[in-house]
C-alpha cells in the first residue's frame, strides 16, 4: 500500500518559519501533481500550494511570498517551507499526491496524508 506521511508541525510565534514534509512510501511507479492543503476547524480545506511533476508551482494567494513548495522526486517526498507565518496560517496541513502505483494492477490513486497540526501564535 502507498501512504503519505507528514512531519515537521508544531508551534511557532508569529513571523517564525516552519518546514512540513511529505513522504510517500509503496510500491510507487511515479508521483504526478502533488500539493499542500490546509483546514481549521469549520472551514473549508483549502489548497496551499500544488507542484507538478516538472516542478510548475502554484500557490493561493494568502501565501504567496511567503511559502515555497518544493520536491524530491528521489525520495518520493514535497516540502512546505514556511515562512512569515502569521496566526491565520493556523490550521491542519493535507499533503495530497497522486500516486501512480503497482500492485496486481497498475493504476493512478489520489492519496492523502494523516495531516499535521501547525498552530502559530501571536
Known amino acids: 500500500q502507498v501512504q503519505l506521511v507528514e512531519s515537521g508541525g508544531g508551534l511557532v510565534q508569529a513571523g517564525g518559519s516552519l518546514r512540513l514534509s511529505c513522504a510517500a512510501s509503496g510500491r510507487i511507479l511515479r508521483i504526478d501533481a502533488m500539493g499542500w492543503y490546509r483546514q481549521s476547524p469549520g472551514k473549508q480545506r483549502e489548497l496551499v500550494a500544488s507542484?507538478?511533476?516538472?516542478?510548475?508551482?502554484n500557490y493561493a494567494d494568502s501565501v504567496k511570498g511567503r511559502f515555497t513548495i518544493s520536491r524530491d522526486n528521489a525520495k518520493n517526498t514535497e516540502y512546505l517551507q514556511m515562512n512569515s507565518l502569521k496566526p491565520e496560517d493556523t490550521a491542519v496541513y493535507y499533503c495530497?499526491?497522486?500516486?501512480?502505483?503497482?500492485?496486481?494492477?497498475?493504476?493512478?490513486?489520489?492519496?492523502w496524508g494523516q495531516g499535521t497540526q501547525v498552530t502559530v501564535s501571536s
Open positions: 507542484i507538478t511533476n516538472g516542478g510548475s508551482t
Open positions: 495530497n499526491a497522486d500516486v501512480v502505483s503497482h500492485g496486481s494492477v497498475v493504476g493512478l490513486r489520489n492519496l
